[in-house]
T-cell receptor
Framework: AQSVTQLDSQVPVFEEAPVELRCNYS??????LFWYVQYPNQGLQLLLK??????LVKGINGFEAEFNKSQTSFHLRKPSVHISDTAEYFC???????????FGKGTSLLVTP | DTEVTQTPKHLVMGMTNKKSLKCEQH?????MYWYKQKAKKPPELMFV???????INESVPSRFSPECPNSSLLNLHLHALQPEDSALYLC????????????FGSGTQLSVL
C-alpha cells in the first residue's frame, strides 16, 4: 500500500530563513503527491501537487517541492518564511487509480521573529 | 464560490444523543468525503460519495451514518457515540471521484461527553 513518511514532527525556524519539510513516499506504482497546509482551526488547503512532468513543482505562497523518484522523496521548500507560514503541513499520496489521499503524520512549522 | 461549508463549527453531545453534521458545496463537485482528524494527527478517511452514492466506507462503526441527499449536500448522522469519537470532522469535495484537488471545509469540532 502507498504511504508517506514525514520525518520531522516539528520544525522551528526564524522569520526570513529558508525551510525544508521532508516527505518520503513508498509505492510500487505511479503516484500523485501533494502538500496540504492546515492553519489553526481551519480545514486543509492544497499548496501544490505533483502528477507528472516537471519534477520541480511551484505552489501557492512561495512554496515549491521537488519530486525525486530515485530517492522516493517530495520535500517542500520555501526560501524565506513569514510568521504567517506557521501551520501544520501534510504530505499526501494517492495512487493513480485511487479515490482517497493517504496523509503523513504532519510537520508543525513554527516561525518566530 | 469555491467553498465547502460545514455546520456547526462546534458540537458537544452526550453519548445518548443523536446529532447531525452538515456539509454543503456549490462548485458542482460530484465527489464528497468525510474525514476524521484527532488532535495532532493526520486526517483519516471515513466515507466517499461518488455521484451521490456511497462508494467507500473505511470500516467505520455504524454509529456514524452518512447521507448524501443531493449533489450539493453531505450529512453525517451521529448516534450513541463514545468519548473517543471526539475529533475534528472534515468534509471535502472534488470535481469528480479521484480528482487530484480536494477542497476542504473548516470542520466541525466534536466533543462527546
Amino acid at each position: 500500500a502507498q504511504s508517506v513518511t514525514q520525518l520531522d514532527s516539528q520544525v522551528p525556524v526564524f522569520e526570513e530563513a529558508p525551510v525544508e519539510l521532508r516527505c518520503n513516499y513508498s509505492s510500487s506504482v505511479s503516484v500523485y503527491l501533494f502538500w496540504y497546509v492546515q492553519y489553526p482551526n481551519q480545514g486543509l488547503q492544497l499548496l501544490l501537487k505533483y502528477l507528472s512532468g516537471s519534477t520541480l513543482v511551484k505552489g501557492i505562497n512561495g512554496f515549491e517541492a521537488e519530486f525525486n523518484k530515485s530517492q522516493t522523496s517530495f520535500h517542500l521548500r520555501k526560501p524565506s518564511v513569514h510568521i504567517s507560514d506557521t501551520a501544520e503541513y501534510f504530505c499526501a499520496v494517492r495512487v493513480n487509480s485511487g479515490y482517497a489521499l493517504n496523509f503523513g503524520k504532519g510537520t508543525s512549522l513554527l516561525v518566530t521573529p | 464560490d469555491t467553498e465547502v461549508t460545514q455546520t456547526p463549527k462546534h458540537l458537544v453531545m452526550g453519548m445518548t444523543n443523536k446529532k447531525s453534521l452538515k456539509c454543503e458545496q456549490h462548485m458542482g463537485h460530484r465527489a464528497m468525503y468525510w474525514y476524521k482528524q484527532k488532535a495532532k494527527k493526520p486526517p483519516e478517511l471515513m466515507f466517499v460519495y461518488s455521484y451521490e452514492k456511497l462508494s467507500i466506507n473505511e470500516s467505520v462503526p455504524s454509529r456514524f451514518s452518512p447521507e448524501c441527499p443531493n449533489s450539493s449536500l453531505l450529512n453525517l448522522h451521529l448516534h450513541a457515540l463514545q468519548p473517543e469519537d471526539s475529533a475534528l470532522y472534515l468534509c471535502a469535495s472534488s470535481q469528480v471521484p479521484g480528482w487530484e484537488k480536494l477542497f476542504f471545509g473548516s470542520g466541525t469540532q466534536l466533543s462527546v461527553l
